[in-house]
């Protein structure tokens, strides 16, 4: 069964950086894709960004040039470097990563982390 942890959440000022990470049971290279999603309170989950196997990235509108995702195959680590934060950035982050077993997708998610951002 594949895990995922996080860490690296916490409270930050507004302005502030944080790097989260994510660090898989097994070879992050079985997963077609991998990413981070949030959730703030009273909201719906949203994608933050995603990475591909060879390294295609996505970000949400919200968070282009302020955030960057990167992974390290060697470390079965995804992780995720927040630049000036802002207090709409306070959520979960849940990392996620998606594969093929036979011809089924499926997806696994982290337990999430907490991230804060408040003076």
């Known amino acids: 069964q594949v895990q995922l942890v996080e860490s690296g959440g916490g409270l930050v000022q507004p302005g502030g950086a944080l790097t989260l990470s994510c660090v898989a049971s097994?070879?992050?290279?079985?997963?077609?894709?991998m990413g981070w999603y949030r959730q703030a309170p009273g909201k719906e989950r949203e994608l933050v960004a995603t990475i591909t196997t060879g390294g295609n990235q996505k970000y949400a509108d919200s968070v282009k040039g302020r955030f960057a995702i990167s992974k390290d195959n060697a470390k079965n680590t995804v992780s995720l470097e927040m630049k000036r934060l802002d207090a709409d950035d306070t959520a979960v982050y849940y990392c996620n990563a998606g594969r093929f077993i036979d011809l089924d997708w499926t997806n696994y998610w982290g337990q999430g982390t907490q991230v804060t951002v408040s003076s």
């Open positions: 097994g070879s992050i290279s079985q997963f077609v894709i």
